[in-house]
């Protein structure tokens, strides 16, 4: 005869191979970096990297694919080491900062093999657009604790958008034939995230 103290503790030990194992984790500016390139008249690559990143994710060890990610990029912060191109990709001509201050990518789903991300389905909004991007995670540490007793994990991954897909469309054609910024832009990033 089942007791009610019984069915209460089957209950719970039925239940605790569906607990949800996700963790909160903050993104470390200070170790995170966006990095970009495009080519310049269509000879060499010119690079550039987003100095101000902000976001957070949340990580399901029990169930990966319930993970997510959620990132905030302050376009302002673009940074290729020359002051007249950053002011020009700043104008209304590129990113209109001061119109679109910030651009975003939300997750929508997430790609597992062996228990570990390698590719993250979502949403980049730049510039007004919204379009679906597939990140390519190329690194997904293990866990380690700092000096501080800060629990920490880093990600490796890459994308390539097209800029007119998103209303970036400034341009100069050459006399020669071709043009003066490419439409690719090949997109690196590296990830450090804390735990909350």
């Not at 997510?68 to 020359?82: E, G, K, P």
Request: aromatic share 8%.
């Amino acid at each position: 005869m089942f007791t009610l103290k019984r069915i209460i503790l089957i209950t719970l030990l039925l239940a605790i191979p569906h607990l949800s194992f996700a963790e909160n984790w903050k993104i470390d500016p200070a170790h995170t970096s966006v990095e970009f390139k495009i080519k310049h008249l269509m000879i060499s690559w010119v690079k550039g990297v987003f100095t101000d990143v902000q976001g957070t994710a949340v990580f399901d060890e029990a169930e990966p694919g319930k993970s997510s990610v959620n990132v905030q990029i302050a376009t302002a912060s673009v940074d290729t080491s020359n002051k007249k191109r950053d002011d020009h990709l700043r104008s209304p001509d590129f990113f209109d900062v001061a119109t679109y201050p910030v651009m975003s990518f939300v997750s929508k789903d997430i790609v597992v093999a062996n228990g570990l991300p390698t590719q993250i389905n979502g949403e980049l909004t730049l510039h007004g657009e919204t379009r679906d991007v597939i990140l390519d995670v190329e690194d997904f540490s293990q866990t380690i604790t700092d000096p501080w007793g800060n629990t920490r994990r880093g990600a490796s991954a890459t994308t390539t958008i097209n800029r007119k897909d998103f209303g970036l469309t400034w341009n100069k054609a050459l006399e020669a034939g071709g043009v003066v910024v490419g439409e690719e832009v090949r997109i690196s990033l590296e990830v450090e995230l804390i735990k909350e």
